[in-house]
């Protein structure tokens, strides 16, 4: 199970590409930097079960 980091809830969902993680999550990508050890990574970036990411929330004020 992929560790998931986001608004400050951990959740563990299955791997694959960070897309299909998007979707469980029903969310806009645009709305999050996803970041992997460290790196930010893009939404067909493939992530293993082994893999902890965080979504850190866009915020824009305007």
Same mark, same amino acid.
């Given at each position: ?21 998007? /979707? ?7 709305? /999050? ?30």
């Amino acid at each position: 199970m992929v560790k998931i980091i986001i608004d400050k809830k951990t959740k563990n969902l299955e791997g694959g590409f960070v897309i299909d993680i998007i /979707y469980k999550l029903k969310i806009n990508v645009d709305d /999050y930097l996803i970041v992997r050890d460290g790196k930010l990574i893009t939404e067909d970036a493939k992530v293993d079960k082994k893999d902890k990411l965080e979504f850190i929330s866009i915020v824009s004020s305007g």
